[in-house]
């Protein structure tokens, strides 16, 4: 599926708006991160406005080193559980064991929710973590800062 | 057999903006062909040359995945909620 084009990065972004991750969610993900090391973890973020207040850590059914798919039925699962609490999506989060915290050309091409904010933290042999964040529209990347807490 | 159809933002260009549409069809391919004829362009966008579903797009009816009911010849029945969902994955 190819994206419309137009599709533009301010129809999705309030400039000076960010993504407030409060510290029992960042913390959450980071442990999600290295515990599914050395695979590729992946999950979302859910909230109203600038915050976020839910993580929903999924399965990635590739179950691989380089790439992830989230379980589609868990996904609806979840997307039914965030209409019915009125949360939406605003982030979604994977893994890049041993590799940079930047969107793959995999990333890119199957970037299909505007909506959200990509998140990717890189993990290395030392558990060490690294994190970045964008927005992916059109196939073209921006790095979107968020307040990590 | 009207159904409601949830359409995913990348979509929503193809479908005046809208997040949910009518269509009608017996079955998930006719409602598919429906949907082209409402909003063109939109059938290419969830199906390859051949008319199979797109391997990163995923289609419910009332929130059971059609690869694990009939595919394309899925039944459908008056009021059905069919969702549009791609997938998220990436490397």
């Given amino acids: ?149 | 057999m009207a159904v409601k159809v949830r359409i995913p933002t990348p979509l929503r260009g193809l479908t005046n903006g809208q997040g949910e549409v009518e269509a009608a069809g017996r079955t998930i391919g006719d409602m598919l062909v429906d949907l082209e004829n409402r909003y063109p362009g939109i059938k290419e966008r969830l199906c390859d040359e051949a008319g199979n579903l797109r391997r990163f797009v995923n289609i419910y009816v009332n929130e059971e995945d059609i690869r694990f009911k009939q595919g394309s010849d899925t039944a459908l029945s008056d009021g059905d909620d069919v969702s549009i969902v791609p997938a998220i994955a990436g490397g």
């Fill in chain 1, 1 to 149: 599926m190819s994206r419309a084009a137009h599709l533009k990065y301010d129809d999705f972004v309030t400039s000076g708006v960010m993504l407030i991750i409060p510290s029992n969610i960042s913390s959450a993900m980071l442990e999600h991160v290295k515990a599914d090391f050395p695979f590729e973890c992946c999950g979302l973020l859910a909230g109203k406005g600038d915050a976020v207040s839910h993580i929903y850590r999924m399965s990635n059914t590739d179950k691989s080193k380089v790439t992830y798919l989230m379980d589609p039925a868990e996904q609806m699962r979840v997307f039914k559980e965030m209409r019915s609490l009125e949360l939406e999506l605003k982030a979604i989060y994977h893994s890049h064991p041993n590799h940079p915290a930047w969107p793959s050309r995999t990333d890119i091409e199957l970037a299909y929710y505007p909506e959200a904010v990509y998140i990717i933290i890189s993990i290395n042999d030392s558990r060490e973590t690294e994190v970045g964040s964008f927005r992916i529209i059109n196939k073209e990347i921006t790095v979107e800062d968020i307040d990590l807490q």
